[in-house]
């Protein structure tokens, strides 16, 4: 969609600066399954990702086994003893470059059901047994610099920089699962807990696929296994768009709004037309595309909402939408500091006028003078003085 917002004034001596314009796009959240031994027990977690507005299918591990290729990313969440088949289409899957989790229950697990051959074809480690913390040394996150920089933390580290409540208030946990990752190169801890135990270890495979395995419950246990699920605390629902925005494909996310003097606008189709138009205030002309199917727009002649068309005879369909705008620096009129003026322009350009200031102080000339054009003129009037006297004292000879 594209708008233009304007401001009616009648007298305005920046009239450029009256409008703005903006393409904004309306996306729909993808679609993920929970699956769960107890629907209503999972109902906590699915909540949140519904309020993080994903499409959310709850279903029972007991019930027929669904079409996983549907979803964008599968959640398995407190599935005390996993059946080979589910495991089967798990690893079917996360082959295909889906994404799983794996949401441990508490205690009703069954441990052997999460290490047979089959689900090792998709666990990420191998569960040991629970431990159980003293009160008072419940196990926190260890989140530091190396962590901000994975993948898992990048989109999001600063939550863990800034003065949040999650860092200000860390969440703990009373009671885990150990575990031990299994030796491979495409396994490592994501992050891990103060004593140094996972809290969350991942996979990948080569087809984009991966799975994340959590340590501690997300649904709430008596007694309880965490305090993640706490009242006025963002850090269970931040936990789940970490993990939800992290298995879910990320689609294409570009600029629509631009400024000019700054990065241009970039089309970039696979689809092949037969011609390529460009629309836009007081423009409406073809354009090319390069090699590499990518048109760039850095010579657009005004601001303005523009689309780039496909044209194939009579059918002309809608590639790209984007708006560019006038830098907002153009409309300050404050005055220019002078230490901003004398960066570019050399020290002391700036002289002050006023009553005690003379006019040669004022024509301060040390830039230097070009002196061809004078040299020139120079030149003229020589040749025509040197003209004016050959004349007049040109000797003639007598007549015979």
């Known amino acids: 969609y594209q708008a233009e917002v304007t401001f009616e004034f009648t007298t305005d001596a920046l009239a450029f600066n009256n409008q703005r314009y903006v393409t904004f796009e309306i996306r729909t959240m993808p679609k993920v399954l929970v699956w769960a031994d107890d629907v209503k027990k999972a109902d906590t977690f699915v909540r949140a990702l519904r309020a993080l507005l994903y499409t959310v299918d709850v279903r029972s591990v007991h019930d027929k086994m669904p079409g996983l290729n549907n979803y964008a990313a599968v959640f398995l969440d407190a599935v005390a003893e996993p059946t080979e088949d589910l495991w089967r289409s798990l690893a079917d899957y996360v082959k295909q470059g889906h994404g799983v989790a794996i949401v441990p229950g508490g205690d009703e697990m069954k441990l052997n059901a999460y290490g047979s051959d089959v689900a090792k074809q998709v666990m990420p480690a191998q569960i040991l047994r629970k431990t159980s913390m003293a009160a008072g040394h419940e196990a926190q996150w260890n989140v530091t610099p190396i962590e901000w920089d994975r993948p898992f933390f990048r989109r999001y580290q600063s939550w863990f920089m800034g003065d949040f409540d999650i860092t200000k208030n860390p969440r703990s946990a009373s009671q ?192 230097p003078i070009e002196l061809f054009p004078w040299l020139m003129l120079l030149l003229l009037f020589f040749l025509a003085i040197e003209n004016l006297l050959a004349n007049r004292f040109y000797r003639q000879e007598p007549a015979v």
């Open 176 to 367: 885990y699962w150990q575990v031990k990752p299994w030796g491979s190169k495409d396994i490592s801890v994501v992050v891990a807990y103060e004593n140094l135990q996972p809290a969350i270890v991942e996979r990948h495979w080569p087809g984009g696929g991966k799975v994340i395995l959590l340590t501690t419950p997300m649904d709430e246990q008596t007694p309880a296994w965490n305090n993640y699920y706490s009242k006025l605390h963002s850090f269970y629902p931040a936990l789940t768009m970490l993990c939800a925005r992290y298995l879910c494909p990320e689609a294409d996310n570009p600029t629509l709004n631009h400024v000019f003097g700054k990065e241009p606008p970039q089309v970039k189709q696979k689809q092949k037309f037969a011609n390529y138009r460009l629309t836009g205030p007081d423009v409406s002309e073809e354009i090319r595309l390069d090699d590499r199917g990518l048109w760039i727009g850095d010579h657009l002649p005004r601001p303005g909402n523009y689309v780039v068309e496909g044209v194939n005879d009579e059918e002309q369909i809608p590639l790209a939408k984007f708006s560019i705008n006038v830098p907002g620096e153009e409309s300050d009129l404050s005055r220019v500091s002078i230490g901003d003026i004398e960066a570019v322009c050399g020290q002391d350009a700036v002289v002050p006028l006023d009553r005690k200031t003379s006019l040669p102080a004022t024509l301060n000339w040390d830039e």
